[in-house]
């Protein structure tokens, strides 16, 4: 199983960038595909969720409105969106995933796949 996650970098407060993560190994379409996010000194938090039944997505309360998750199962990817980003929203970003759906989606422990995280910095 592997997944890699790529596309950050640095961008201004208000300007946009697109994550992707490529998954390995795995029933994709069976999946459930999320992303966490950590800044330095801080836990990994939820950012969001895109399920496989019911193809439904949620969103932490900070990010609401700003980012989207999306699925692409014919290429094994999903992605976030990101708009009007904010100096907060600096982290290392990494794609989750996990097979059970149905249960609590912000719980970091419940996602057994992970990839390597990408960085990244929204100066102000």
């Known amino acids: 199983v592997q997944l890699q996650a790529f596309g950050g970098g640095l961008m201004q407060a208000g300007g946009f960038l697109r994550l992707s993560c490529k998954v390995s190994g795995l029933t994709f379409s069976r999946v459930v595909m999320a992303w966490f996010r950590q800044a330095p000194g801080k836990e990994r938090e939820f950012v969001a969720v895109s399920t496989w039944s019911g193809g439904r997505s949620y969103y932490a309360d900070s990010v609401k409105g700003r980012f989207t998750i999306s699925r692409d199962n014919a290429k094994n990817t999903v992605a976030l969106q990101m708009n009007s980003l904010k100096p907060e929203d600096t982290a290392v970003y990494y794609c989750?995933?996990?097979?059970?759906?149905?249960?609590?989606?912000?719980?970091?422990?419940?996602?057994?796949?992970w990839g390597q995280g990408t960085q990244v910095t929204v100066s102000s």
């Open positions: 989750a995933g996990k097979n059970v759906d149905g249960d609590s989606y912000a719980y970091r422990y419940d996602y057994p796949y």
